[in-house]
């Protein structure tokens, strides 16, 4: 008995040393925490969770026993948090209201979490296994040291603002490995992120090799090393399924579709043609970047092989939601084509040559038991659109990328449920310059890079702080948010690809999902990006250690040294240069203090 209080006092002693100096938190924020009296105790050598059976719950448990007993999680500053004298925690018991709920769009996640300081036994109480799942990745992050320690005495109810919280990842532009996008989905799930938007195909390359059609990958993939299966399709969605994320197909059509011309020539308009011809304008190219291709709503075989493709890919992806791309068609690739040329003599228009296409396919796809998603260009670009009579709101979501929070207004007042992506916010591939061969913008003075944004056509960088700050749901009524099912981050590959991805991704990507799980804001109702700053410092430093290469968003000097990294002066748009620039720097040159 004497050796077993020595050897807890001990355990408390090392738990102590490696606590940090404030509040243990948890990313992304919860929706209540209670710790009125931050203790700690230790974990039992023979922790242990007991769940009901399910599968993917299994799963997760035995994902996150191993993690929780393994990690040994350091915080990067140490605290001062008391130790419980009572004995250590033994086991976390879970109970799931249903557990038989499948992973769907709007799926319960709620959980509670009841750590007390009076017994050894933790309890996670969820409606869904799903809730249940992100309840566990609460826990594992109030457990930390070697020997472990847990937080106890707290109380956490939780569950998202927002039941859309995704991210899309392009494989065309460059390929990702499997292991790439499992990877990114495990960190998805610990940023209680649930939606992976896989945009599959476009332009570039169609790298899903589909049974049906086989040749699209053949001769439309960058090479038999650069193809997804249909055996490395069920492995990522079943791993998606254990995560807690859901596989979201995109098959990008009728615009974006160059890569279909090496096994189907004939329905693909101005493919492999330059992308802006020398002599032409802007509006007149063929294409918005390098690689040309559109299909031909207007040719006979054009919707026999979309029925191939569309059976498909709905055999292979169990989802229930399908994107179907529908952004910037241009008109110069169609005006080229002799079969839309005659139509359009005739008194034809590029708009009703859109809706040949999406009278055909809409109703398909939701014959297929799908909801279809659009880009919002489908029904609000300048040129080429359709009458939003052809598209069922019951059946229909549109993806919003341009002009901010104008394009979200517009779509809900439509009456259509809508994802953000606002490039100015959400575009994680920007500001990384150009990627054209021959640009002699880089043999400009630096003032005119500049002003050209660095060559990137959404520049500047979307910082975290950027993410962060957005509000997807600005200058809407009460009944259009209710349209509003969420948002996504997105990384376009022309200069990204595996070497990349995590730094691309992290922890930009986790700023939105603190935005979308709990919100940006405090209870005052002001902005919390600078008390989040320390926080998302301590989780990027975890997801490190998980193996998420993330990349750092201060010198770790600044969290060692709290509030030196700040800044006391606000932001001021008026004409003192000097200012402006300086600003767009890290904080630690010169910041903007936070605002309301």
Known sequence: ???????????????????????????????????????????????????????????????????????????????????????????????????????????????????????????LVASTVWGAMRGLETFSQLVWGNPSCVAVGIYVWDEPLFSHRGLLLDTSRNYYEVDDILRTISAMSANKLNVFHWHITDSHSFPLLLPSDPNLAAKGSYGEDYLYTPSDVNKIIEYGLDYGVRVVPEID?????????????????????????????????????????????????????????????????????????????????????????????????????????????????????????????????NEIKVDPSYLYPEYTIFQSWKNSTESTKKIVQAGYRVIVSSSDYYYLDCGHGGFLGNDSLYDQPPEIQKAAGGGSWCSPFKTWQTVYNYDITEGLTEEEKELVLGGEVALWSEQADGTVVDARLWPRTSAMAEALWSGNRDETGKKRYAEATDRLNEWRHRMVNRGIGAEPIQPLWCLQNPEMCNTVHAYNSGDDEENVTLSTGSVGSKGFADSS
């Not at 974006?256 to 020539?265: I, N």
């Open 1 to 123: 008995m004497a050796r077993a209080i020595i050897f807890f006092i001990s355990l408390s002693q090392l738990c102590l040393l490696s606590l940090q100096s404030d509040p243990i938190n948890v990313w992304p924020k919860t929706r209540i925490f209670s710790w009125p009296k931050p203790e700690a105790t230790s974990l039992a050598a023979e922790f242990k969770i007991q769940a009901p059976m399910q599968t993917q719950l299994s799963s997760a448990v035995d994902r996150y026993l191993k993690l929780i007993k393994s990690e040994h999680h350091h915080h990067l500053v140490r605290p001062s948090i008391n130790i419980s004298s009572s004995p250590p925690l033994q086991t976390l018991s879970i109970s799931v209201d249903n557990i038989s709920v499948p992973l769907t769009h709007g799926v319960n996640e709620s959980y509670s979490l009841t750590i007390t300081s009076d017994e050894n036994t933790a309890y």
């Open 253 to 381: 059509t009728p615009g974006h579709s160059g890569s279909w011309a090496g096994a189907h020539p004939e329905i693909v308009s101005c493919a492999n043609k330059f992308w802006w011809p020398a002599g032409t304008k802007w509006e007149d190219r063929l294409a918005s970047e390098p690689g040309t291709g559109q299909l031909n709503p207007l040719h006979p075989k054009t919707f026999g092989v979309m029925i191939n493709v569309l059976e498909n890919v709905a055999s292979i992806f169990p989802e229930n939601f399908f994107h179907s791309g529908g952004d910037e068609i241009l008109p110069a690739c169609w005006k080229s084509d002799s079969l839309i040329q005659s139509f359009l003599s005739t008194g034809g228009t590029l708009s009703e040559v859109l809706e040949k296409f999406i009278n055909f396919v809409f109703p398909f796809i939701v014959a297929l038991g799908k909801t279809a998603i659009y880009w919002e260009d489908v029904i609000l670009d």
